[in-house]
């Protein structure tokens, strides 16, 4: 890493660095059987680089991206990297109001985005003056442009860029988006520095080699697709089967070609369901990782007993990347998340501000070259989450135990973690507050064998009002991504507070923890 350093600090340089010389070898490869080698990669991101430079980016502009996955999108995270550019990568379920906000916080000089958003993106982009703006397809072979000029038609007419160029370790690389408790979207700042240093570590501490094969099946608008994913299997030189999205059969036909699979609990649940998952399917594997959300300890049994595999289990945030990891070696041990990860401190303080003892539940914090030096535009936020010693408070609840493994037993009290997705209530709440006959409401998350959790709703209605749910659902739809939308709303006529008037959400979940059983 010292020698890294004093390079160019660009993550793009390092991943270049690590790409196989024969640069023929495949890189990715579709659901489909296309395949794109390591040379059409390379050439694609310079090309792409290249027009990224005749737009009049510069280093530091920030280039925000809603697309669906493919090669190209990918691609287009690297001329990002390359051109020294911020990569703004946001969630392609996201609405026009949620896109509203973060363009006009982050303000992109280029924002890329579906065709079939064309009308309201190119809304957005008129009120705040974004002058450049194209259209990404998941298939680019067969893209309706719909009049809007396509990005990867543009960029393949110009010559590649070869320059890599230069940034240091602290310079930002991405800007990642993270609800926050008060209804306002943080975002979250992400160095080379930070990407480079989890990049390697996971690299090295989950064991890659020659020959390894990733199955891709996560999006990578986020940490778990994009840094983690992504970002081993480049720097191992590796091919990627990148299958836009998941599905639990087509996984099972291609984990055969694969020597590792990462992926989030649902995705475990939804393979353990089919008939034809079996040992056999995942003879080639040699790694199982799940993260994003927590991991069920009836799924890791149960598939030990189907597959003979332990899947080893890790934790992250947005605003960390990966903070521990079960061993590659070693016991991994269902229900924690392992160790921390070398070069990475962490620690579990009590209310009091004290180091808890070995089992005691407490204030999970951090602190290494992975975690976020801030938020954008968010100076008192910053001065919050760090200590004075230089930890990040997570808002994740936990314990070590004499073994050092960790284990995380709550989270920030509002965090709701559906499908791998971080869902915070309130910003669901303030819009349901404005529906008319609503006089307050309280979202909370309730167990759901699919998802881990499921996102629900509880109303009070105002007095006289004529409301049911159906009415509340079509209020919300279409300003929030599905994964946030309540799965159940329940009508009722007062909310359980205690002494000092506050909410008892914890009431609520035990009240409807059996809704989705």
Known sequence: ??????????????????????????????????????????????????????????????????????????????????????????????????????????????????????????????????????????????????GRSSWHENAMKHPPM?????????????????????????????????LSSNALTLHSYWGFKPGDVLLHA????????????????????????????????????????????????????????????????????????????????ETFHAFLACTGHRILERYGMTETGMITSNPLDGERRGGTVGLALPGIAVRVLDDAGKNCAPGEIGGLQVKGDNVLPGYWQMPEKNKEEFTADGYFKTGDVGKIDADDYVTIVGRSKDLVISGGYNVYPKEIELL???????????????????????????????????LVDSDVMTAIKGKLAAFKLPKRVFLVEDLPRNAMGKVQKNELRKRYADTFK
């Open 1 to 146: 890493m010292d020698s890294y350093k004093k390079m160019n600090a660009n993550l793009y340089a390092l991943l270049q660095s690590r790409f196989p010389g024969d640069r023929s070898l495949a890189a990715l490869e579709k659901a489909s059987g296309k395949t794109y080698s390591y040379a059409t990669l390379e050439e694609s991101t310079a090309r792409y680089t290249g027009f990224i430079r005749t737009l009049g980016v510069v280093a530091g502009d920030r280039i925000a991206v809603q697309v669906e996955k493919s090669p190209e999108a990918l691609f287009l995270y690297l001329a990002c990297l390359q051109s020294g550019a911020v990569y703004l990568p946001l969630n392609s379920a996201y609405q026009e109001g949620e896109i509203d906000y973060f363009l006009g916080d982050a303000t992109p000089k280029v924002v890329i985005y579906q065709p079939k958003n064309e009308m309201w993106m190119g809304t957005l982009c008129d009120k705040h003056g974004i002058k450049h703006r194209f259209t990404l397809a998941e298939d680019n072979e067969t893209e309706n442009e719909a």
């Open 432 to 466: 349901l507050d404005e529906i008319p006959g609503v006089a307050e409401s309280a979202v909370i998350g309730l167990p759901h064998p699919d998802f881990g959790e499921a996102v629900a709703a509880v109303i009070v209605k105002k007095p006289s009002a004529i």
């Open 218 to 297: 996560l999006p990578i608008f986020h940490v778990h697709g994009l840094f983690v994913a992504c970002h081993t299997a480049l720097l191992n030189g590796s091919k990627m089967i990148f299958h836009s999205k998941f599905d639990a059969k087509a996984a099972i036909a291609a984990l055969p070609r694969a020597t590792v699979f990462m992926g989030v609990p649902t995705m475990y649940v939804r393979l353990l369901a089919e008939p034809a998952f079996s040992t056999q399917t995942c003879a080639n594997i040699r790694l199982f990782v799940s993260g994003s959300a927590p991991l069920l300890a």
């Open 162 to 194: 070869l320059e890599i160029v230069r940034r240091g370790p602290d310079d930002l690389a991405s800007i990642l988006y993270t609800s926050g408790t008060t209804g306002r979207s943080k975002g979250a700042m992400i160095t080379h520095r930070n």
